[in-house]
């Protein structure tokens, strides 16, 4: 009876509550702290904690943006490269947020099967972007070819292996904790690993679908903190008890104004608008095309209302200042909810950071846990708005085929154009 009634305790809305205290070894919560250099602990002793956690944060902000544009200039391989980096420094921080709270049990596998399932997850994604983006090059040296070919089957015989070995680890008494962990591993997998990879595929659609995004976000989180600083004064959002409604409400101003800023100086140049490309007789990354519309300027009306004010009737300006509004606006309004998740997330686990990384800031994750989901919000809009079919792809595809199927598509593409009166009629020729 003992038994049953501790089943359905377990089984009930105390569960987790009771679980907490047995099974995580207690309710106490992982120690983070901020490692700050001893020369700003020196140099700003005579300030308040306030305007000392103030400069700080603004002396690492400046530190992270001079760094984002060294990547930048440094071009596409280094920015994946970096993107890469990020994702697997967020992958431990959360981990390692999990093996905190669990490991007075010392679960067999779990740390190894963690690793080892984002080195399945990482193989199948970036496998999918080379055979996509490197065709050519793919089809060119034959193990390559045969790694593309069998690719998915290769990737799910490696993820089935960590799904048996999972099994086989399995121990008595630690099922529940095992299978917690199991679901941890996974669903940090789907937040960061599937979210870094939607970010090299906005990078392919050229820099500009990098640069803009993420510098939106940025803006937003540094104009949210200095207007909430300022002039802060009602609460927004519980989960942030520090957030205010200044804040938000001038940093989406902030952001709007630096979108179309920022867009307008970037259209104007090549290395920003044309897709990244790798060109296969240098075997390197290639930035150069022919600008599509949306940078090229052109004129739109001033709605009537507005004449009087700004005193002009047409504008020009770049068509992807336009798309801009829509990314600003959503690193403004939605954007910041991927940080009250992290925040309700740190606060579940009774951490003030995902770690002390960066002094003032907190770790990695602290820092990209908006830009994920802006990550996401850009592969979509980019799929649903802008995107159409590749032409390039489609001759790499067509030149892999056998001879008589090439043939065949030629003979039906003629038809077809000759029907739509592109082609004249082979009597007439």
Known sequence: LQESESENRLDGETASDSESKSEFGGSSPVPTSD??????????SNLSSRWKNWWVRGILTLAMITFFFIIIYLGPMVLMTIVMC???????????IGYNVYHSYDLPWFRTLSW???????????????TDYFFTL???EEPLRILSRYHRFISFALYLT?????????????????????????????????????????LFEGMIWFIVPISCVICNDIMAYMFGFFFGRTPLIKLSPKKTWEGFIGGFFSTVLFGLLLSYVMSGYRCFTCPVEFNNDTNSFTVDCEPSELFQLQEYNIPVGLHSVLGWKTVRMYPFQIHSIALSTFASLIGPFGGFFASGFKRAFKI???????????????????QYLMATFVNVYIASF????????????????????QLHIFNTLKAHLVDRGVLGSPEEA
């Open 35 to 44: 490692d700050t250099p001893e020369v700003l602990n020196r140099a700003l």
């Open 86 to 96: 990020v994702q697997i420094k967020c992958f431990h921080e959360i981990i390692t």
């Open 116 to 130: 080892y399932f984002l080195l399945c997850v990482n193989y199948f994604f970036y496998g999918e972007t080379v």
């Open 138 to 140: 793919v089809q060119r």
């Open 162 to 202: 960590g799904f048996c070995m999972f099994v086989l680890s399995l121990v008595k008494k630690h099922y529940r904790l095992q299978f917690y962990m199991f679901g941890w591993t996974h669903v940090t997998l789907l937040i960061v690993v599937t979210q870094s990879h939607l970010i090299i595929h906005n």
């Open 352 to 370: 003030k950071d995902f770690a002390n990384t960066i002094p003032g800031h907190g770790g990695i994750m602290d820092r990209f846990d908006c």
């Open 386 to 405: 802008i995107r159409g079919p590749n032409p390039s792809k489609l001759i790499q595809q067509f030149l892999t085929l056998r001879p008589e199927q």
